[in-house]
């Protein structure tokens, strides 16, 4: 079935590129980076997670529309003087740029301070943050960032905002959120029978050994093929009919 699989990812990365125009490079640009040898400074550590954050409940379209303005309210994510930003004026600025979520922007900017404050911690344990990401699996690396028993615990981030925090520094690893648990699972793909987090992770880390396709260009096959502003094929409402991958689906509508 491996062979059946690349097959697919293939199909769906031709199907996005004749179909889909404005896809955003910037996880595989990453990946490519560190690949070719680049050290991520603490400046880009904050600034993929806080963008990580950000687009946790919102479209990252309007994220990547607002990116410049963003970056300018964030002070290029220069650490010391973003602790001492007041949370109120980012989270006032955040909402007039329409990139604020009433479920997660404030917990988000009350607690950024206290989340530079364990970066930093992690810095001086590890030497670099890159040396902490890289000093064990991504695996277990998310464990650290989003367990609640573990010292170096983000406030307010799960394995899912974790795992896209890691991809937006070049780690390969795939973000488990609702697109690509809803693909993936029993019901469509079948790629990944569980809904367990850690799971699809493994399963993911698993596939891409075989078929030889890096986990974050398969999520970013997945996910373009569903998410909302880009393919919009495989989405809660499937487009079946359209479909150009259904024969590997269980839902053939």
Same mark, same amino acid.
């Given at each position: 079935?491996?062979?059946?699989?690349?097959?697919?990812?293939?199909?769906?990365?031709?199907?996005?590129?004749?179909?889909?125009?404005?896809?955003?490079?910037?996880?595989?640009?990453?990946?490519?980076?560190?690949?070719?040898?680049?050290?991520? #400074?603490?400046?880009?550590?904050?600034?993929?997670?806080?963008?990580?954050?950000?687009?946790?409940?919102? #479209?990252?379209?309007?994220?990547?529309?607002?990116?410049?303005?963003?970056?300018?309210?964030?002070?290029?994510?220069?650490?010391?003087?973003?602790?001492?930003?007041?949370?109120?004026?980012?989270?006032?600025?955040?909402?007039?740029?329409?990139?604020?979520?009433?479920?997660?922007?404030?917990?988000?900017?009350?607690?950024?301070?206290?989340?530079?404050?364990?970066?930093?911690?992690?810095?001086?344990?590890?030497?670099?943050?890159? #040396?902490?990401?890289?000093?064990?699996?991504?695996?277990?690396?998310?464990?650290?960032?989003?367990?609640?028993?573990?010292?170096?615990?983000?406030?307010?981030?799960?394995?899912?905002?974790?795992?896209?925090?890691?991809?937006?520094?070049?780690?390969?690893?795939?973000?488990?959120?609702?697109?690509?648990?809803?693909?993936?699972?029993?019901?469509?793909?079948?790629?990944?029978?569980?809904?367990?987090?850690?799971?699809?992770?493994?399963?993911?880390?698993?596939? #891409?050994?075989?078929?030889?396709?890096?986990?974050?260009?398969?999520?970013?096959?997945?996910?373009?093929?569903?998410?909302?502003?880009?393919?919009?094929?495989?989405?809660?409402?499937?487009?079946?009919?359209?479909?150009?991958?259904?024969?590997?689906?269980?839902?053939?509508?």
């Amino acid at each position: 079935m491996s062979d059946g699989y690349k097959k697919m990812f293939e199909t769906l990365n031709q199907y996005l590129k004749d179909n889909v125009e404005d896809i955003d490079q910037t996880i595989i640009n990453a990946i490519n980076d560190r690949k070719n040898g680049k050290k991520f #400074s603490f400046q880009e550590h904050l600034k993929g997670f806080i963008y990580a954050q950000l687009s946790a409940l919102v #479209s990252w379209k309007i994220i990547k529309e607002h990116q410049t303005e963003l970056n300018a309210l964030f002070n290029d994510f220069e650490k010391d003087r973003l602790k001492e930003i007041a949370p109120e004026t980012l989270i006032e600025k955040i909402r007039e740029l329409k990139c604020y979520s009433p479920y997660t922007t404030k917990n988000q900017m009350n607690s950024l301070k206290a989340n530079i404050e364990t970066f930093e911690k992690i810095e001086n344990d590890y030497g670099s943050l890159d #040396s902490f990401i890289t000093h064990d699996t991504p695996s277990n690396i998310v464990k650290l960032l989003a367990d609640s028993k573990s010292i170096y615990k983000l406030k307010y981030t799960g394995v899912a905002l974790a795992c896209e925090y890691l991809r937006n520094v070049g780690i390969d690893i795939i973000k488990p959120d609702a697109h690509i648990k809803r693909i993936s699972g029993i019901k469509r793909l079948n790629l990944v029978p569980s809904k367990s987090e850690y799971k699809i992770i493994d399963e993911f880390k698993r596939l #891409s050994d075989e078929i030889g396709i890096s986990q974050v260009k398969m999520d970013y096959l997945l996910w373009n093929y569903c998410a909302k502003g880009y393919g919009e094929i495989c989405t809660a409402t499937p487009k079946c009919r359209e479909c150009v991958i259904k024969r590997y689906c269980n839902q053939r509508g």
